[in-house]
């Protein structure tokens, strides 16, 4: 079955074996065993939430099962909750792995399972392939790990892989980013997430911050611009400000997103965003199992937000959208503003659209802020 108005529906997952000390998401540690109360109880839950969906908003046309560490669980879990899901015939459903689980926890005919119930897409957390650049982010997994948990997504039929590589991170030059670069290409990844490491409040990184080797703010941004270089030149297309695809592989889900569409927030913490409204779960797992409903979080949907979401997709703002979606053409004044900023090479406008630059996508925020004032 097939929907003009796509939704996409997010499952939180947020169990880890052990929380990294960059990571501000919502989880809690469970080292125990896979098939404790709590995974039973909180599986549990979400099926419950997904057959409380109007179906009005139904079927969806992406699944994302998020972390947390989603391979925390079993593959049997995934199953039954994709089982109870109605999503279009051509769904995109993405699991979020750890490299680790899948080489040495899951087996090959448990994910062979969830490819069979329609698993399409492994989006895996590999941050870098430089074992000592690892080491300081926490993670567990060597670059050999890596090979081996791509090698079993291969080996179930799985084409779709997405890596995950972060930048800005301790010890990091543009030599060892383009050995990451390099590991993503050779190993048939489709689709590429870089997400600049920030230090947030709280985390044990936060702490620590002036012992870690971290590259300055200028260094960052020749990081930034020699990722979107190298990725291009392997035929990865930026389609946003941290994510790049081989054609025809952008994230569908991540897509609605950007383009201010609808989407279904299941688990604690995680947002939802339908009829115009925007609502949240509390950060609290076990409120989450005791059914508490989620929270009002006010109206959404608007020009305003529109636009400072469009303009991190490389396509940015276009007239014939804004006018589509809105019933008028992007205002002139937005045009002359953004002109500005094209002197400096971080803006492309032209009569129709606007869009920014790599070098701009650096600047987004005031950018962004400037073109709407």
């Given at each position: 079955m097939m929907t003009n108005n796509p939704k996409g529906l997010y499952i939180h997952i947020p169990f880890c074996r052990s929380k990294c000390p960059y990571c501000d998401f919502f989880s809690m540690a469970v080292p125990q065993a896979d098939d404790n109360d709590m995974f039973l109880m909180y599986a549990g839950t979400v099926l419950q939430w997904i057959e409380r969906i109007d179906p009005k908003h139904l079927p969806v046309s992406s699944v994302y099962f998020g972390g947390g560490t989603p391979t925390r669980l079993r593959p049997e879990t995934y199953f039954h909750i994709i089982d109870h899901i109605d999503h279009t015939d051509d769904c995109e459903i993405t699991l979020e792995c750890n490299p680790y689980d899948l080489a040495y926890y899951w087996n090959p005919d448990g994910l062979r399972q969830l490819v069979d119930v329609g698993l399409n897409r492994i989006s895996m957390g590999m941050q870098s392939v430089v074992d000592s650049e690892r080491k300081a982010l926490g993670r567990r997994a060597t670059a050999e790990d890596i090979k081996k948990a791509i090698g079993l997504v291969r080996y179930v039929g799985i084409e779709n892989l997405s890596l995950d590589l972060m930048l800005g991170i301790p010890d990091q030059t543009i030599d060892s980013l383009k050995r990451s670069i390099d590991f993503c290409a050779e190993n048939g990844a489709k689709h590429v997430s870089c997400y600049m490491l920030k230090i947030e409040p709280g985390t044990p990184f936060h702490k620590i911050e002036q012992q870690l080797n971290l590259p300055d703010e200028d260094e960052c941004c020749d990081i930034y611009l020699a990722t979107c270089e190298l990725l291009d030149e392997y035929g990865y297309k930026q389609y946003e400000i941290s994510n790049f695809a081989k054609p025809g592989f952008e994230s569908r889900h991540n897509l609605l997103y950007w383009d201010c569409r609808e989407y279904i927030g299941i688990g604690p913490?995680?947002?939802?965003?339908?009829?115009?409204?925007?609502?949240?779960?509390?950060?609290?797992?076990?409120?989450?199992?005791?059914?508490?409903?989620?929270?009002?979080?006010?109206?959404?949907?608007?020009?305003?937000?529109?636009?400072?979401?469009?303009?991190?997709?490389?396509?940015?703002?276009?007239?014939?959208?804004?006018?589509?979606?809105?019933?008028?053409?992007?205002?002139?004044?937005?045009?002359?503003?953004?002109?500005?900023?094209?002197?400096?090479?971080?803006?492309?406008?032209?009569?129709?659209?606007?869009?920014?630059?790599?070098?701009?996508?650096?600047?987004?925020?005031?950018?962004?802020?400037?073109?709407?004032?």
């Open positions: 913490g995680a947002h939802s965003f339908l009829d115009g409204k925007r609502f949240y779960y509390e950060r609290d797992i076990l409120d989450f199992i005791n059914s508490r409903r989620p929270v009002y979080d006010g109206e959404g949907g608007s020009f305003e937000e529109y636009v400072m979401l469009r303009l991190r997709l490389t396509e940015g703002l276009r007239n014939s959208l804004v006018n589509e979606r809105f019933g008028f053409d992007i205002p002139k004044d937005m045009f002359d503003r953004a002109r500005v900023f094209e002197k400096e090479g971080l803006t492309v406008v032209d009569d129709e659209s606007i869009h920014m630059t790599p070098k701009g996508f650096l600047l987004s925020n005031t950018i962004i802020a400037k073109i709407l004032d």
